[in-house]
């Protein structure tokens, strides 16, 4: 079974700070994502990565960056952490193309006080 | 970009009774619906989807349709059991591009017993 594992599931930070977020998928997927949940606006689509190193601009990218060095490695990156970023935080994984199916995480609640 | 409505909010229903959610879509050319479900605290997961050469598609006790001409697609659920309440997703996406999803903002689904 596939696992998608992000490393925290509860995190707490300061206004300012830099946040990593740590995702890691172990079925060697070519396509990873990074989502955000609000209530009340479904999951958005903050970047999302179909190979080592190459990343796309998801539908809310403004604050984030993200890193994929390795394969089944994929991170995201808050710069400089705002109140407007504390939310659910979703790492997905999907094989590729004709694949199409969505492997989630846990999830990550964030939290930037 | 793609834009997904879905409806409603919130569904009430007695158990054994059927539910149906509704999602329309914007892009004419986007290719493929999902539908996630996510229980409560837990991550959200793929129970059914469909492509647009196909007009409706089964699966035990949920079916999901679509109506391409009119751009809206429907979940059906029948029989519904307690297990059935959670979130439920649709979401939509071209497929050649990298399956990037936009997803609905959600249906939360209540049966009662």
Redesign the interface.
Known sequence: DVKVTQSSRYLVKRTGEKVFLECVQDMDHENMFWYRQDPGLGLRLIYFSYDVKMKEKGDIPEGYSVSREKKERFSLILESASTNQTSMYLCASEEGPGGEKLFFGSGTQLSVL | ?ENVE?HP?TLSVQEGDSAVIKCTYSDSASN?F?W?KQELG?????II?IRSNVGEKKDQRIAVTLNKTAKHFSLHITETQPEDSAVY?C?A?R??Y?????????TILRVKS
Not at chain 2, 42 to 46: A, D, E, G, T
Not at chain 2, 98 to 106: P, W
């Open positions: 970009g879905q909010s493929y999902p996630y837990k991550r959200p997961q793929l989807d997703f979401a996406s497929v050649e990298g399956n990037k999803l936009v997803f609905g903002a959600g």
